[in-house]
């Protein structure tokens, strides 16, 4: 596995698409590992002042961190939403017959 970015070749690198290279790294959590990509993204100045702030907060050590605890609640709130939509389905189905 790798990639070959302006003629170097570099393991463990990966071009996902046109715009995104993913780096495959492995890392240590108590006695086993895991492997976290590594991605690039385009954030506003907005995003970005927001990301900064809950750096200095302190609640947070690093961007990782952060955009790990976003994903967390989006999974969270997207689930609640499927539920629900889920839940009117089944009453609609129920009030029908």
């Not at 702030?53 to 939403?81: C, K, M, Q």
Request: glycine share 8%; aromatic share 4%.
């Amino acid at each position: 596995m790798g990639a070959s970015i302006a003629g170097w070749k570099h393991p463990g690198l990966r071009l996902c698409d046109r715009d995104t290279l993913v780096r495959i790294s492995p890392i240590r959590h108590g006695s086993f590992m895991s492997v976290r990509r590594t991605v690039t993204v385009s954030i506003t100045p907005e995003q970005d002042a927001l990301l900064r702030a809950f750096l200095t907060s302190g609640r947070y050590r690093s961007v990782s961190e952060v955009l790990r605890s976003a994903l967390r609640l989006l999974e969270r709130d997207e689930a609640s939403a499927l539920a629900a939509i889920q839940r009117s389905a089944a009453h609609g189905e129920a009030n029908r017959g």
